[in-house]
């Protein structure tokens, strides 16, 4: 079972071998989590999500999956890119939430990582309700087999909210 802390702060500055970036489909930047992953991790990152693209992803990563690159001048070791799913009033897509944490911890085992940090997936752009995110990432990583699981919250509201969940 992993340890799970919440942390709030910037998760590009965090010191754990796996970063989850809230990615999307294209997988060649964006804003929130994703602008801040590449700004700092410089253009390694970005030149690895090309060859992606280029290769098995052509048609860009599906919501739900999960994919590694290099971290280029980030401290992690790896940054696992995942695609939430886009909060919707009208179906209900939290198995898509839930797949984003699974696939992500499969890739980061894969990879060999001990530790991994997790932003709050699609509660930004994507619109996803604070607290239904934070019951579902929750609930996705509590079997996980790896030895850390940090979710890293950018604003003192997000923070809270993990953290009573
Ligand atoms: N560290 C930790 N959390 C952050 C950081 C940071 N440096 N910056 C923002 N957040 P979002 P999404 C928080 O929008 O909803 C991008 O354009 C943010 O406050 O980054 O999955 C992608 O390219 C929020 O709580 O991700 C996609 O197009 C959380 O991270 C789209 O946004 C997620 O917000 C994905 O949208």
């Given amino acids: 079972m992993a340890t799970i802390e919440h942390v709030l702060g910037d998760i590009t500055a965090q010191d754990v071998d796996v970063i989850v970036n809230a990615a999307n489909s294209s997988l060649l930047g964006g804003?929130?989590?994703?602008?801040?992953?590449?700004?700092?991790?410089?253009?390694?990152?970005?030149?690895?999500?090309?060859?992606?693209?280029?290769?098995?992803?052509?048609?860009?990563?599906?919501?739900?999956?999960?994919?590694?690159?290099?971290?280029?001048?980030?401290?992690?070791?790896?940054?696992v890119h995942t695609v939430g799913p886009?909060?919707?009033d009208t179906e209900d897509r939290a198995h898509l939430l839930e797949a984003c944490h699974r696939n992500s911890l499969r890739v980061a085992a894969e990879l060999?990582?001990?530790?991994?940090?997790?932003?709050?997936?699609?509660?930004?752009?994507?619109?996803?309700?604070?607290?239904?995110?934070?019951?579902?990432?929750?609930?996705?990583?509590?079997?996980?087999?790896i030895d850390l699981v940090r979710f890293v919250l950018f604003d003192r509201a997000?923070?809270?909210?993990?953290?009573?969940?």
Avoid at 45 to 52: G, S
Avoid at 160 to 165: L, Y
Wanted: aromatic fraction near 8%; hydrophobic fraction near 40%; charged fraction near 20%.
């Fill in 31 to 79: 804003g929130g989590v994703d602008g801040a992953i590449h700004r700092r991790g410089g253009p390694e990152i970005l030149a690895e999500c090309r060859e992606l693209r280029a290769g098995h992803y052509g048609g860009g990563l599906p919501t739900g999956q999960a994919v590694a690159t290099t971290a280029g001048r980030l401290g992690a070791r790896w940054v």
């Fill in 112 to 145: 060999g990582a001990t530790s991994i940090a997790f932003p709050a997936i699609s509660t930004g752009v994507y619109r996803w309700p604070v607290g239904s995110a934070a019951e579902i990432a929750h609930r996705a990583v509590a079997d996980a087999e």
């Fill in 158 to 165: 997000t923070y809270e909210v993990f953290t009573r969940s």
């Fill in 86 to 88: 886009v909060w919707s």
